[in-house]
């Protein structure tokens, strides 16, 4: 089988079958057209030919051409992905991926902002007019909610349910409700009510977020207004879209919500991506200790 059918198989499997999102689906498709490109430079085979020698010192050349280890891994993870699927096809007779094993890196905690540093960022959208008030809106939900900012740009008008204070969140086949607090139903609720109609380009636009055109917000522009109040709010740290989900879900856990309701919210298949954040609490608490107890 050539390369490029191969992959197209894998890409059905990933969609399909596994129902990965577009950003799973994208790296994974990079990462074997990568290994498939070396394959046929190196050893003049297609990927279904590869044995487990091969595949291995594909992985060597990937950290000596200073590949970061979370890159290494997620590579690992999608060689492993594909070859299992080969296999469970009967594709090919044995897998070549059984013994490939990512480096144990140092393991980072997510960056999360400070109760401070969130007043601060969701202060800075002024509404004074239609981009304000949508701006603050979304903000006030992301932070709300802890949902992906990919859910965040995929919501639709219907998914707001203003009078209960919940709001609808859709991710592979999946849906769950998550509720707000009473100031981000209001902006949301002056942004829907006062700005939005102004602001879509068709009547029957369905995105909840729209961009100066009218059309669907993208990830691209949100990142960039994210940037835009950070700098604003002269926030320091290099914060992402995601930085607001680690700060929602470390926050909750702060304060006492149970990490079952949390793992519910954030849409995690797995309780063990929760987790992570009371690894991140305990941290804080730790650092707290060390800089405020007089024998620390």
């Known amino acids: 089988m050539t390369n490029s059918a191969c992959i197209d198989v894998f890409a059905q499997y990933l969609t399909n079958e596994k129902k990965s999102s577009a950003n799973t689906l994208s790296s994974y498709l ?22 487990e020698e091969e595949l291995s010192e594909y992985i060597a050349w990937l ?6 280890v979370a890159t290494v891994s997620r590579c690992i993870a999608s060689i492993k992905c594909l070859y299992s699927f080969l296999c469970l096809r009967q ?17 980072k905690l997510p960056q999360i902002l400070t109760s401070r540093e969130v007043d601060l960022l969701l202060e800075q959208p ?5 981009k304000g008030y949508r701006d603050k809106a979304m903000l006030e939900l992301l932070y709300a909610t802890g949902i992906r900012v990919t859910e965040l740009i995929d919501l639709n008008i219907n998914d707001i349910n203003l009078s209960a204070g919940v709001v609808r969140c859709r991710s592979r086949d999946k849906e769950r ?4 607090y009473p100031k981000a139903v209001k902006a949301l609720e002056d942004y829907i009510n ?8 068709l009547p029957d636009e369905e995105s909840l977020f729209v961009n ?3 059309e669907r917000m993208s990830r691209q522009g949100f990142w960039k207004i994210m940037k835009y109040y950070q700098k604003k709010a002269h926030i320091d740290k290099d914060i992402t879209p995601h930085t607001l989900r680690h700060s929602f879900a470390a926050h909750l856990l702060e304060n006492g919500a149970d990490i079952h309701a949390i793992q519910e919210m954030l849409g995690h298949a797995d309780i063990s991506s929760t987790q992570i954040y009371s690894q991140l609490v305990k941290k ?12 620390a």
């Open 30 to 51: 990079r990462d074997i057209r990568q290994l498939g490109d070396y394959l046929e430079i190196h050893h003049d085979k297609e990927i279904t030919a590869a044995n």
């Open 63 to 68: 950290k000596s051409n200073g590949k970061s």
């Open 91 to 107: 594709m090919i007779p044995e897998n070549p991926a059984t013994k490939l094993v990512p480096d144990k890196g140092e393991h």
């Open 126 to 130: 002024q509404c004074t007019d239609a």
């Open 177 to 180: 409700f998550i509720p707000m």
């Open 194 to 201: 006062l700005v939005r109609p102004q602001m879509i380009a």
């Open 212 to 214: 100066v055109s009218g």
């Open 284 to 295: 804080q608490l730790k650092d707290v200790y060390n800089k405020a107890h007089p024998r």
